[in-house]
């Protein structure tokens, strides 16, 4: 019978807001549940430290993590991030409330195919390499890159990149100070097992990794335990996915390996460089190499589903544990956890994990046995005396109290010495730079390390992050060894950064706006362009921020540039009235231009013959479309019929291009054309009227 454990958590109501409806996941640092926000009546997922990592000596820096935690993921504004929206304190609950994103993740995806297709996997890479190119942009490395953390929205078909919280700030992680390396050890890459340093390219061999296993369903280093795993990545090169799917492109194979590659110079630079790379490789592949996947591996067993009815937390996926597998860094001190269970460790593996009982050698403190000091008076005593009988009672005794006196201050004397280099150089000198000092202010960390017979120094800088007048960093940092009477020096925040809108940016061209900018510390965000009849092209019409305001440094201003005059298509024209044609070119915002009228004899007068450009031609506001207007039919000369019989005179005005209207007299009986009207000229088409008797 199974057995049901109850979340305490389960319906609570934490911080008066966040109302717990169900548990989502567990990790190596907090679970995340389910909530309804009530003041803004929307879900979200609550992130909720677990309380023992808050107690003991080291809660400190745990809850110091898990709020730096928050101020890295909050700093990140994109679409591929899960965004962090709140965080605070319940009591002893510290929480994060972050985006809600309904659906499953990466991991459950290839649980259920087994391998994904050249397109799929491409698309789930580019919006990683995406979220970590705007990470890194903001210094920022996510260090735990996996499918775990790749979440699937419930369409299926965009992701969003979770759990920053191993990220840090680049300064701040090129070692590790705890001894141990955070993150999943399948994905992690060589420079962070072998020294703890790491950074954007460390996120790229996450990648690398992250795309060999969804080409080929299986991960490219294989071990019975942790550390056989992180030594093949320390000392293999991951093989090509083409050795296990050789119909994949060669370009494609090479992209894996090269994200993936043990020296870190090999790699693009950061998530932005590799996702311009993978571009790059996806525009060389054709469609049908797009559509195919490769066959899942032997033994791919998918998933059974899950019964109807059964609420998402009865699956076995349901609770994904987010194990951190915590490696030993290269010259850490002390034995492993736990016993290895490898009978003859790999060569070099000595270098950076120690013998286990490294630290329990004990040095003897006497090598031989202690021995009388011998004295002149005793030894001729000695010598009279037969062996085994006592001395005489009459010897004076002062020679044994002398030997007291004496042993007794070379005990003291060496106590006193040794008393002495213990607290001078030996292990009494030295003291751990306690936790807790970070992220508070200079008062409460001066108070801190004074109660630990330390002394301070500060220095101020700017940090985006920390609030003003919070300690940014420590050197020595929380846990190092430092001597009793030593000190720490302390980096105090200044807050963020401050810097003003450069003025005149109104009227000038984009690129000197841009540039001025960039003079001024700022980033120029994509340029919004607005259609304009009478800004010119490329000129800047408005900025996101008033000239001359305080902004923070990391400000991204937008500009608003003119794309000049709108465009427009050109309508027919052909065939109607002059006035009306150009009343409806001009509501389009074109100007109109007449040539001179020409005759027609097929357009009337007064209408549009001819225009320019034509209809459905692509221009913008303010072009000028050229119009003809027909003048009527021309003007020629009307032949004299007078005296002609009454066919001939028909035929000749006819021929000319005339109608012709016969009025007879008297029945036209002599049949000759007396008169006609018009004579002279007349428009070609025109009526000619005879008067025939």
Known sequence: MAQVTTDPLLGRLVDGRYEITSRIARGGMATVYLAVDRRLDREVALKVMHPHLAEGVDGAAFVSRFRREARAAARLAHPGVVAVYDQGLDGDTSYL?????????????????????VGRTLDVLGEVLGALAAAHRKGLVHRDVKPENVLVTTEGRHVKVADFGLARAVTEVTSTTTGTVLGTVAYLAPEVIATGACDARTDVYAVGVLAYEMLTGTLPHDGATPIQVAFQHVHDDIPSPAEREPWLPAQLADLVTRFAAREPGRRPADGGAALDALRAVRASLAPEVLARRAEPPAGFVPPAPVPDGAAASDSADALDADELDAIPVAAAVGPLAEPVPVTTPPDGISAWFPAEDADHATEPLVDQPTTRVTTPATASTAAASPAGTAPPRHRRRWPRVLAW???????????????????????????????????????????????????????????DTVPAGSVVSADPGEGAEVRRDGSVALVVSLGVRMVTVPDGLVGSQQSDAEAALAAADLEAGPAHQ????????????????????????????????????APATVTQQVGRDRADAQAALEDLGFAVAFTADEASETVPAGRVIRQTPTSGTQAHRLDTVTLTVSSGPPIIDVPNVVGMRTGAATDTLTRAGFEVDTVKYLGGILDTVRFQDPEGTAPKGSTVKITVW
């Open 97 to 117: 409330t972050m985006e809600y994103v309904p659906g499953s993740n990466l991991r459950r995806e290839l649980r259920a195919e087994g391998t994904l297709t």
């Open 405 to 463: 006196v004496l042993g007794l201050v070379v005990l003291l004397g060496g106590a006193g010495y040794g008393a002495w280099w213990y607290f001078e150089d030996g292990p009494g000198a030295w003291t751990t730079v306690p936790a807790g000092i970070e992220d508070v202010t200079l008062d409460e960390a001066t108070a801190i390390l004074t109660t630990h017979g330390l002394t301070s120094s500060s220095t101020e800088a700017y940090d």
């Open 530 to 565: 607005e259609w304009s009849d009478t800004v010119p092209v490329g000129e800047v019409m408005d900025v996101s921020h008033a000239a001359n305001a305080s902004v923070p440094h990391s400000t991204v201003v937008t500009l608003t540039v003119s794309g000049g005059p």
